[in-house]
């Protein structure tokens, strides 16, 4: 299995909708304490994606803090990034793990018990669970889980659970407190802040 430190994970929102730069916004959320970056993004092209990440991607490497990329395969293959995160209705797992090779980190979203049983030990690092609460970053999101769902289900899983969705600072304390999350993953909490060093500190 490969290794993270998971404990906060920050998902990039759409550059348009954070309160500083990409690369800004992630540089002070690592300082605040971040220990891992998912880029994602829904509305730009392969290239477009390509151009955003490759300077966040700098950063990152210069600050030893791994790059996920969200859903985009072949752009992660194609930047050599550290991992890549897949859902439900994306690319198959085994797929996925064939080509990003053996060493690099895979995660799989999961929002059934049915998904959890199905995890594949051998080909995923981590799985995320979600979402907790009601999410405004992603259009097509499940239903909201709440804690109890979410801990129902995170109980279960065979590999460290990443806890996503509608966290702020109060409900990221009632996810740590269930002491079953590898970590939590968080989007406007940080990307929409006015201090993204502030809003990490405070989720930490």
């Avoid at 800004?24 to 290239?47: D, F, K, N, P, W």
């Avoid at 059934?112 to 051998?122: C, I, K, L, R």
């Avoid at 499940?142 to 109980?155: I, K, S, Y």
Wanted: hydrophobic residues 45%.
């Amino acid at each position: 299995m490969n290794t993270a430190n998971y404990h906060l994970y920050l998902v990039t929102d759409e550059a348009v909708r954070c309160r500083h730069s990409l690369v800004e916004t992630v540089r002070r959320a690592v300082e605040g304490g971040v220990t891992i970056v998912q880029y994602r993004s829904e509305t730009l092209t392969h290239e477009e994606q390509r151009a955003q990440v490759l300077p966040l991607q700098a950063y990152l490497r210069s600050v030893g803090i791994p790059l996920i990329i969200n859903d985009n395969v072949e752009l992660a293959v194609e930047i050599d990034a550290d991992g890549v995160h897949i859902g439900q209705d994306d690319m198959p797992v085994p797929q996925a793990r064939a080509l990003i090779g053996p060493h690099k980190i895979l995660g799989l979203t999961v929002t059934t018990s049915e998904q959890m049983a199905a995890v594949d030990t051998e080909l995923v690092d981590y799985v995320g669970c979600g979402p907790v609460f009601p999410t405004i970053t992603k259009d097509d999101a499940p239903p909201p889980m709440g804690v109890e769902g979410w801990v129902d289900l995170a109980r279960t899983s065979p590999l460290p659970v990443v806890a996503i969705g509608g966290l702020n600072r109060e409900r990221t304390a009632a996810i740590r407190a269930t002491g079953l999350a590898a970590g939590v993953a968080v989007v406007s909490a940080i990307c929409a802040a006015d201090n993204p060093t502030q809003a990490a500190q405070e989720l930490v």
